[in-house]
């Protein structure tokens, strides 16, 4: 196919209004008899971008799955240790989400999170740019307010969203459970997460995702203002009592049990190429309804405003030398 045949327009304004201005312009500017070429070149250029031109995409195709997919973020302190490929944990565990969302466009997502306490960052939405920003956004819990955490906070927002995607016919529900697994308060060595073993059977696939290394990573605090005695001068988290820096260390045991109990796999994620296997073979068994279906057409208008600009501050000097 050729490029002609692959545009079409989406307007901003309609195509009749716009010609009608774009004459009057042009009228305008032949009549001042300065600068004529370049400002009917602006004028054309205008007229354009109001009818946003965009490329057809023959390829992809965003599909309406009957697939929700759940994320429960650990977003806890300890996720911003430096073990996962020179990356934290945290923005290893974005770009995952990142990649398991590219391969289920077309299905609804939603976010929970988990620090001190739970919460439902996003219920189940299919418009994945809400979700891409939310994920984008993510921090950790600021460290001067963090007490640790518990592998069961989840677990009653799981069940409500859960209970929730059950309830629509014919859907199916992946859960991707991610984080160290690391326990760092006394409560939560007493956490009982057998309790998730109630959730397995409303949960069709996805697994349990570590992050982190056995050797352990120091933590990298960046984004908050801490108090002096929390931080080293590199920004690394140290142990308030006598001043070493803090390792954090994956907890593998934790995870499998976690895994075992809501029936899902467990994946110790040093890149997405370890899951990319279990994540196709759940897109094959993924049902694709074409209804409502939409091809991602591809927006070129930006190519035209960048040359519009150019133009225009072209003209701003030619304005301006003659004041002069």
Known sequence: MSFFSDLIFKPIIPFSTAIIYGIILILIVLFNKRNVILRILII???????????????????????????????????????????????????????????????????????????????????????????????????????????????????????????SKDKHRTLVFFMGDGELTIAEAFNTDVSKYQNLKDMIDAGGVLGYGTPEGGKIKITDSIVKKNLVNNEGYLINSKDGSVVLSRINENNLNILASNLGIDYYHMTDFSVLADKINKIKDEANENDEGKEKLDKDIYYYFSGALLILLLIELFYCRRNEQ
């Open 44 to 166: 054309l250029l205008m007229i354009i971008v109001s009818q946003r031109p965009m490329l057809k995409n023959r390829d992809d195709k965003v599909y309406n799955m009957d697939l929700d997919v759940i994320f429960v973020i650990d977003n806890t302190v300890s996720m911003n240790a430096i073990d996962v490929n020179g990356r934290s944990r945290l923005d290893a565990l974005k770009s995952d989400c990142k990649h398991i969302i590219d391969r289920f466009l077309g299905a609804n997502f939603a976010i929970i999170t988990y620090a001190n306490n739970a919460q439902i960052k996003y219920p189940f939405t299919s418009d994945v740019a809400i979700i891409e920003d939310i994920i984008d956004r993510m921090k950790i819990i600021d460290p001067n307010y963090a007490k640790g955490s518990a592998l069961d906070l989840p677990y009653d927002y799981m069940k409500m969203l859960l209970e929730s995607s059950r």
